[in-house]
């Protein structure tokens, strides 16, 4: 009897610690879509908001602005967003936003730190 309550106890933890790894995913997820939507609006001075401090310093809003528009004289212009995905790589949690452009699909990395901030973005083929 006491080994099936140790056992059902570790499930219950187990499950409980999905959840919740599932939802800050899908938080990151939610997040990493939102910041596709706003550089897609152009809106670069609320995409820049969520960088962290060396995002900030590389990229501020009028460099992600000619980053934006010189990805699409190359890919042509954004259509929409196509579904994420998300990866742990080291102590970042990366979520990929496939996007599709006019003449190619990519995925938009989006890199966040432990803080949410984000750390990182490219643009990348898409797997």
């Not at 809003?61 to 990805?71: D, P, R, T, Y």
């Not at 190359?74 to 994420?84: A, N, P, Y």
Request: with cysteine; charged share 25%.
């Amino acid at each position: 009897m006491r080994t099936v309550i140790i056992i059902l106890f570790a499930f219950i933890i187990s499950v409980l610690t999905c959840a919740c790894g599932h939802q800050s995913h899908g938080e990151l997820e939610q997040a990493a879509r939102d910041f596709v939507d706003l550089i897609v609006e152009e809106k670069f001075d609320d995409a820049v908001k969520s960088f962290d401090s060396t995002m900030e310093a590389l990229f501020p809003a009028g460099k992600l602005g000619q980053v934006w528009e010189k990805l699409q004289q190359q890919v042509g212009t954004f259509e929409k967003q196509l579904g994420t995905r998300t990866e742990k790589i080291d102590k970042y949690d990366v979520v990929f936003v496939t996007c599709k452009f006019a003449y190619a699909t990519l995925d938009a990395k989006v890199v966040f730190n432990s803080e949410k901030q984000i750390a990182g973005l490219f643009f990348i083929p898409s797997k």
